[in-house]
């Protein structure tokens, strides 16, 4: 397993869950580094990523302002912190190594996926 995603939980709405992804194959190395989730009968879809260098981020309109994307290159390790959880945003985590150093919201440009994390928010 080259991505391994860990610290998801059940947790109350507005609670919060930190979120983080191990690279054992520093497969992050030079490379933006992405969270998806896919819900219950629903498409995957794009949550935040984060550049190789520089801090640039982006982030799905579901989740700003309250989810953080950050990254440790030196322990090839990149975390989400999630507050201000909501039932919607129970799903299964996957966090996922880019092509490419910049930004992506795009499933197809991430080639590395770890193998997922469940986070449940109950109301």
């Known amino acids: 397993v080259q991505l391994q995603a860990c610290g998801g939980g059940l947790v109350q709405a507005g609670g919060s869950l930190r979120l983080s992804c191990a690279d054992s194959?520093?497969?992050?190395?030079?490379?933006?580094v992405g969270w998806f989730r896919q819900a219950p009968g629903k498409e995957r879809e794009f949550v935040a990523s984060?550049?190789?260098?520089?801090?640039?981020?982006a982030y799905a309109d579901s989740v700003k302002g309250r989810f953080t994307i950050s990254r440790d290159n030196a322990k090839n390790m990149v975390y989400l912190q999630m507050d201000s959880l909501k039932p919607e945003d129970t799903a299964v985590y996957y966090c996922?190594?880019?092509?490419?150093?910049?930004?992506?919201?795009?499933?197809?440009?991430?080639?590395?996926w770890g193998q997922g994390t469940l986070v449940t928010v109950s109301s």
């Open positions: 996922a190594s880019a092509r490419g150093s910049w930004v992506s919201t795009m499933s197809r440009e991430y080639n590395y």
């Open positions: 984060i550049a190789w260098r520089g801090g640039g981020t």
């Open positions: 194959r520093r497969t992050f190395s030079n490379n933006a």
